[in-house]
């Protein structure tokens, strides 16, 4: 429970706009043999919100999904989708996810609709209507009589979105989607898992090694390593520490030593770096403290070329939370 | 129920959808009609050959029943294991559906294809036999023959479900149809190499067959209908449960 409370203090913390938790891991914990491949995993997922899963190699990614959606069991923990336990009632609890697990697989010598009527037919209350309506959206109208063994892996990814959708879930869980697309493949997935998320409040749970994809694609991510929760953060505004509002800056200046002794005098200027030969110091500052560094150079005379600032991207973040030993 | 139903519609479409669908249902009909011929071209007028003899070469286990077995293996070999290999089961299980519904619609699906099966070779059986040797059934009933065919489908229903558990547990349609072949081809030495014991009469292989009851001769001594009906509703229940808890158990990864 301890753990639970510090972990829904952390989202509060980092989300922005926070909708209402649609889905919560609770102390999830698979083991295999002796084996911990998950231990103890919590995060939440709110409505409207797209989710990353981000961690190195066999940090337990796919098989944290795969025990949301029921296909391994969970040694330990809960996972609750609105209010209903995985464990305890696995059909309702599973009616409001819609999942791609890899790449989607289906009957190949079924036509796209006959895959889609499979689905229909397996969760209740779906018309005709809404069949059309997701063969439309993911626009496969022109081959959606096809048999699927003639679509190409960027249309059995759309076939695949078509059958997550069609129970009109509120979440969307997608394990490693974009693997195999190619980058306008990539681009159309991303784009339209911002739209659905926007405009029908779906929460969407994605995992991947993609960073910059996911830089790009999510509002919010989850990093786990070895199967333990590492650390989550809200993406899009200062990617960093978001207690201390620091910027890194790059100085340029004609006297690096000159302006060095300058800077170690002011209180809370971090040196991180310095180099002689190129004429430039890095320092991590807080924003307030720049025009004191600009007086204080135009009053010693120390010629002030260039003020950049150093972003750090998500890969560098990244790097920095798993120790940067394994590769992603 | 009506989920139930979806779900079995489902389960036949997987089967019907196929092109190779009707491969099965063709070659019972080309060996009914090739044992028609070899009967009608050798034998001689006065040699007594009716549709009752035809009816029992059609549904026996040692005659096109065999064939029949052998088809249905083949056919629900796939039922679980093609949609590991085929990697659909991912999709399949994440509906809002039980496991235990979602394998129960897959054996109602065996247990209909297999009846199709052998209603199919009955009904080739009944109109080309009837076709070449005339309609006279010589004081047999047709409910008799029905009997028989109702044999002929438990008989293969037995080898059905092993098969169903066999592609459970392995998760390959080549193990299952592998090793479902060597069981059926393995019942008569299993039965006549046990057959000193006491035990030979509770083997599923012993009982398998119901239609020995018909000219009233037990395979051993203490054996009846009834007891061979219980002895195969037992081991349907076994190979049935252990199905259904590994199918239920399962890690998909």
């Known amino acids: 429970m301890i753990a639970e409370e510090q972990v829904l203090t952390q989202t509060t913390d980092t989300a922005h706009k926070s909708g209402e938790v649609v889905l919560s891991v609770k102390q999830a914990t698979k083991k295999m043999g ?29 098989t944290t999904i795969r025990m949301i959606v029921g296909l391994i069991g969970m040694t330990a923990g809960d996972v609750v989708v609105k209010g209903t336990s995985i464990r305890q009632d696995f059909a309702k609890a599973i009616a409001e996810i819609g999942g791609i697990i890899e790449n989607p697989e289906f009957y190949p010598y079924m036509t796209g609709n006959d895959n889609l009527k499979q689905y229909q037919r397996m969760s209740g209350g779906i018309d005709e209507a809404r069949l059309q309506e997701v063969t439309r959206l993911v626009g496969l109208e022109h081959a959606i009589h096809k048999r699927v063994k003639t679509y190409s892996l960027g249309m059995r990814q759309r076939l695949g979105i078509a059958q997550a959708l069609l129970h009109k879930p509120s979440i969307l869980i997608l394990d490693e989607p974009t693997n195999g697309l190619d980058p306008a493949g990539i681009r159309e997935m991303r784009d339209y898992l911002k739209q659905i998320a926007s405009e029908q409040g779906i929460a969407v749970l994605v995992s991947s090694h993609l960073l910059s994809e996911m830089e790009l694609m999510c509002s919010r991510v989850v990093v786990i390593q070895e199967g333990k929760f590492v650390t989550e953060r809200a993406l899009g505004a200062a990617v960093g520490e978001p207690d201390a509002m620091r910027v890194n800056i790059i100085l340029r200046v004609d006297d690096t030593e000159r302006a060095k002794a300058q800077l170690v005098q002011m209180e809370d200027i971090r040196l991180l770096g310095l180099s002689a030969e190129r004429g430039q110091i890095t ?20 010629r002030l070329y260039r003020i950049e600032e150093v972003k750090s991207s998500l890969e560098d973040e990244f790097l920095k939370w798993t120790g940067g030993k394994q590769h992603v | 129920m009506s989920s139930m139903m979806g779900l079995v519609t489902n389960e036949w479409l997987k089967m019907f959808k196929k092109r190779s669908f009707f491969v099965a249902y063709a070659l019972i009909a080309a060996a009914i009609a090739l044992m028609l011929y070899v009967l009608h071209a050798f034998s001689s007028p006065g040699q007594g050959m009716f549709l009752p003899n035809i009816m029992t070469m059609v549904l026996s286990k040692n005659g096109i029943g065999q064939m029949v077995v052998v088809l249905a293996i083949v056919g629900i070999a796939g039922s679980v294991a093609k949609e590991h290999s085929l990697g659909t089961i991912k999709l399949l299980l994440i509906r809002s559906q039980t496991r235990s519904s979602i394998l129960t619609s897959k054996y109602i699906t065996v247990l209909l294809y297999t009846l199709t099966l052998c209603l199919f070779a009955f009904v080739c059986g009944w109109i080309g036999g009837g076709m070449v040797f005339g309609f006279d059934i010589q004081g047999h009933t047709f409910g008799g023959f029905l009997e028989s065919m109702l044999y002929l489908w438990i008989y293969a229903v037995v080898y059905a479900t092993l098969s169903f558990l066999v592609g459970i547990l392995t998760r390959s349609t080549g193990a299952t149809i592998g090793i479902g072949m060597f069981l059926l081809m393995m019942e008569s030495l299993i039965v006549t ?4 014991y006491d035990i030979v009469k ?12 018909v000219n009233g001769n037990p395979p051993f001594e203490g054996m009846s209908l009834a007891f061979s009906s219980t002895v195969i509703a037992a081991y349907l229940i076994l190979f049935l449960a252990a199905g259904f808890i590994v199918f239920q158990k399962r890690d998909v990864a």
Do not use: C, M, W
Request: charged share 20%; no cysteine; net charge negative.
């Open chain 1, 283 to 302: 320092i991590s500052v807080h924003d307030s403290d720049i025009p004191d560094i600009v007086n204080r150079f135009g009053n010693e005379g120390i």
């Open chain 2, 193 to 196: 190499l046990l057959s000193r």
């Open chain 2, 202 to 213: 509770y083997l599923i292989f012993t009982n398998a067959d119901l239609s020995v009851y």
């Open chain 1, 34 to 62: 002796n084996k911990t491949i998950v231990d103890t995993l919590s995060f939440d997922l709110r409505q409207g919100e797209i989710v990353g899963l981000l961690g190195p190699n066999g940090a337990g990614k796919t």
